[in-house]
């Protein structure tokens, strides 16, 4: 179960951690001070809801289905490995500072359009499902009908401590991503934790 859970814990933050338009717009929000816990919290709670689908509708379509396991757990183990192996490409190519990630147009002002603003990027960007229903889903069930609770379980953990940090923690620290090589450790990071995920998952098809 710990095992588990750590899994979906660092899996979750692997595929969590890089800047899209979802983390670039919470990140906005805590470098203006708008609605940030307003942000973080719609953010977090979509994730979770996500994460919880994939890991229950998911595990329970292929239960029974071996060839669907294998195939649906060697789809996702390519998935995880190619986003390690993209964030591996950014480590060792500088794609810019922070203002060169982070999209310009102005955040919202109020609470109803800051709750817009937040979900918009997290429920109409295919790659959150691809990554919290259908990725995550996938490598849940391979732990297991108890186990894939406890990897969910970690995968939720991992999104809402990612967005509290982002949302709270991006004044202090937007000085540090100001400078390429940060972006580039990150990225490095990312690609170590997909990667061995993915080998990991892989492996788990041969017990």
Known sequence: MVLAAVAGLLTGAGLIVGIGPQNAMVLRAGFVGTHVALVVAVCAAADVALITTGVAGVGSALAGHRWLVVTATIAGAAYVIAFGVASARRAFVPSGSMDARIPTPGLAVTRVAAVGAALIPTLLNPHVYLDTVLTLGTIAHAHGPIGKWAFGAGACLASVIWFAALGF??????????????WQVLDAVVAVVMIGCGVLLLASLAG
């Open 169 to 182: 923690g991006a004044a202090r620290f937007a000085p540090l991503f100001a400078r390429p090589r940060a």
